[in-house]
């Protein structure tokens, strides 16, 4: 408004010159000045086009010097005092024009100025809300979108535009769901309803895709406190609930797979209880009665069969272990025990007490470093130095057999070696060698079943740690396995 009136300035200054000039002849012309110069006051009202109220001012002082000087050059047909009467009322019907034309000019100026700060402050606001990663929503009490800032139109697919003055709830509510929010919106703009600070729902975007809104409202009210709008803040969670969904899908078959693996370690349990009872008895009475038939009947049977009967109960023999050591094989995860705190220096001495026959046969040397206590399975840690030793002398060199064992805190682990002096592995089988019936070596070189580094791994590994192996062919080996402090699984 305040544009138009500058750029119509110069035609109302004009019109008002004109008009003053026209008014003031006619006044030099007519006894009374024009009924008491009353028409100047016409001049002040085209100051309302002005931008300005000095403009009003300026006017006015000229039609009152206008009117004055009509008082002396106009004809005097009536009184003197009636002429100064009217004189006197002219003016001041001029200068009550020129108070209202400026109070209402100062009006406007105010309620522009108003209107432009408002403006300002808006502008501020919407800033402040667009560099938001928090989606905001303004919603009128007719349902419309009074405001959107940036990321509520980068989640929605829509310009600020597109949306501003659309009912949210018909618009970007998916259909099943908008009416019982229209129902609960109107209800809670009349008060019926308390507000819900915080909830979820579903937001429908341009391309059709449907998004999970966690929302935060807050009211507005007038200076009545009347609720008129709510202003609600939201953040897309779409991707958390998606994974929620699927950490309660991994949640159900994890749950789903550990009943499984329960009953298969049940039925692992059956079996080891078969192994141990049902396989093993025949293998006790063909090595029993072979052997029988071997002392009653050895001056009969010439050396072939005494090889045989031999070699029958060398088989036995070899399977019996081979299913020993298969059972201790699958209790490790069968039969656990509670972690207890564990002194190694203990655990090495019982180990040198079952192996003192092998170790005073083959002159071995089994020497440490100070060695920690851990929180293990007893049990399961004194089967695993005692395998890992016992391979050391099993497989040694030309010389006496020397073990070395040492330990380093890691910080959250204890680092164990075992080192020997032995014939060394082929670094292509460090692999290899811990699993289940993996041997390099044949029966005649050297005995055993393939399953003591195999049940070594399994046993570092449920204890939460790693075992690995460092070696060259015939330069010795070093076994490395890791045990947490804590003795977490």
């Known amino acids: 408004m305040l544009d138009k009136k500058e750029d119509k300035s110069t035609q109302v200054i004009i019109a008002s010159i004109l008009l003053s000039a026209g008014i003031f002849i006619m006044d030099l012309m007519t006894p009374l000045g024009v009924a008491d110069a009353i028409p100047y006051i016409a001049v002040i009202l085209l100051s309302l086009w002005l931008p300005h109220r000095r403009h009003t001012y300026i006017a006015g002082i000229i039609v009152s010097l ?105 618009s970007f509510i998916p259909k099943n769901q908008s009416g019982q929010f229209k129902k609960s919106f109107n209800e809670l703009m009349r008060g019926e309803i308390r507000p819900v600070e915080l909830f979820e729902n579903n937001i429908m975007t341009k391309n059709g895709e449907k998004r999970v809104i966690s929302w935060h409202n807050s009211l507005i009210r007038d200076d009545g406190g009347e609720i008129i709008a709510t202003l609600s803040s939201g953040i897309d969670i779409t991707e958390r609930k998606k994974a929620e969904d699927a950490l309660r899908q991994a949640n159900k078959d994890l749950k789903k797979y550990a009943e499984e693996l329960k009953r298969s370690n049940s039925e692992l349990e059956q079996f080891a209880y078969v192994a141990s009872h049902d396989l093993q008895e025949p293998l006790r009475m063909v090595a029993s009665f072979t052997q029988l038939l071997s002392r009653r009947y050895k001056d009969i049977l010439d050396d072939n069969a005494k090889e045989f009967i031999s070699f029958a109960v060398d088989g036995a023999n070899r399977m019996q272990r081979l299913i020993n050591d298969l059972l201790s094989y699958s209790r490790i995860q069968t039969k656990e025990r509670a972690f207890n705190e564990t002194d190694c220096e203990e655990i090495l001495g019982q180990v040198r007490a079952n192996l ?29 130095f ?104």
Request: aromatic share 10%; with cysteine.
């Open 66 to 170: 206008l009117t004055i000087l009509g008082f002396f050059l106009s004809p005097s047909g009536e009184r003197l005092s009636i002429v100064i009467a009217n004189r006197i009322l002219s003016l001041f019907g001029i200068w009550s024009a020129v108070i209202f034309v400026s109070k209402y000019k100062y009006s406007l100026d105010v309620i522009n100025r108003t209107k432009e700060s408002l403006r300002r402050e808006k502008e501020t606001a919407q800033k402040y809300l667009d560099v938001a990663a928090t989606m905001f929503v303004l919603t009128s009490r007719d349902q419309t979108v009074g405001l959107i800032n940036r990321k509520g139109c980068e989640i929605l697919g829509y310009s600020e535009d597109e949306i501003i003055g659309k009912n949210w709830f018909d």
């Open 356 to 384: 003192h026959e092998s170790i005073e046969k083959n002159g071995a040397m089994i020497t440490n470093d100070p060695l920690p206590a851990v929180f293990v399975d007893q049990t399961q840690m004194l089967q695993l």
């Open 386 to 489: 005692q395998n890992l030793i016992d391979n050391a002398i099993k497989f040694s060199g030309k010389g006496p057999p020397r073990v070395h064992l040492s330990a380093e805190n890691k910080g959250g682990e204890w680092l164990f070696t075992v080192r020997d002096n032995g014939i060394g592995i082929d670094p292509q089988f460090n692999k290899r060698i811990f699993m289940i019936f993996q041997r390099l070596h044949s029966r005649e070189e050297y005995p055993g079943t393939g399953i003591g580094l195999a049940i070594c791994k399994r046993i570092v590994e449920r204890h939460g740690g790693e075992i690995w192996v460092e070696s060259e062919h015939e330069k010795g080996s070093t076994f490395y396995f890791t045990i947490p402090v804590k003795g977490e699984k």
